[in-house]
């Protein structure tokens, strides 16, 4: 069966610092990955998709980049965090053929003081 | 107008009620129509996938599609304390999938 794995759960960090969040999928190859926020009231907003090694389409412009050095694991980063980067962070997957199934992991929440 | 719109709530209902949560959307194009449960401080899991009008049913849950009327709905009867969460609409279409903004549900013993 297919896992994954998103840490961590909880992160408190000051303005300006570096992030770097990890997620890994397990019990699959080649799948879609994703990164979401989410805000309250505001729903799941879609910050980054990769659908192979390399490969990362951004949605919004932002302060925060995205990585996938190996097939299943992707990586959330910035350089200098903002205030504005707090939120509940969510990693997800998806077969390779289509977006309407998405699997995500438990989330962090991002605190940015 | 937003593309999917979902009543926040908070919504209580006491132990044992039907519970019905709704979501519009605009997109005739849309195709695919999922409801997801979210756990507080936890990542959502995918409840109920359904892709053509009329009625999907799993075991307490009942997932129904309106295309005509562009209307989704969610049905959960004999609710239990442990279905208190969030429920987000999805929704997906021209490669893409929108989330509702989630209905908070408590269900109280």
């Known amino acids: 069966s297919q896992t994954i794995h998103q840490w961590p759960a909880t992160l408190v960090q000051p303005v300006g610092s570096p992030l770097s969040l990890e997620c890994t999928v397990e019990?699959?190859?080649?799948?879609?990955l994703y990164w979401y926020r989410q805000a309250a009231g505001r729903g799941l907003q879609l910050l980054f998709y990769?659908?192979?090694?390399g490969q990362i389409s951004s949605e919004v412009p932002q302060n925060l980049s995205a990585s996938r050095p190996q097939d299943r694991q992707f990586i959330l980063s910035s350089k200098k965090l903002l205030l504005s980067d707090s939120g509940f962070y969510l990693c997800?997957?998806?077969w390779g053929q289509g977006l309407e199934k998405l699997f995500f992991g438990s989330g962090t929440q991002l605190s940015v003081l | 107008q937003k593309e999917v719109e979902q009543d926040p709530g908070p919504l209580s209902v006491p132990e044992g009620a039907i519970v019905s949560l709704n979501c519009t959307y605009s997109?005739?194009?849309?195709?695919?129509f999922m409801w997801y449960r979210q756990y507080s401080r936890k990542g959502p899991e995918l409840l109920m996938y359904?892709?053509?009008?009329g009625n999907k049913e799993d075991g307490r849950f009942t997932a129904q599609v309106d295309k005509s009327s562009k209307y989704i709905s969610l049905f959960i009867r004999d609710s239990q304390p442990s279905d208190s969460a969030t429920y987000l609409c999805?929704?997906?279409?021209?490669?893409?999938?929108?989330f509702g903004t989630g209905t908070r549900l408590t269900i109280i013993p």
């Open positions: 997800a997957w998806s």
């Open positions: 997109n005739s194009a849309f195709q695919y």
């Open positions: 359904t892709y053509s009008s």
């Open positions: 999805a929704i997906f279409g021209n490669e893409k999938l929108t």
């Open positions: 019990g699959t190859s080649n799948p879609n």
């Open positions: 990769s659908v192979g090694i």
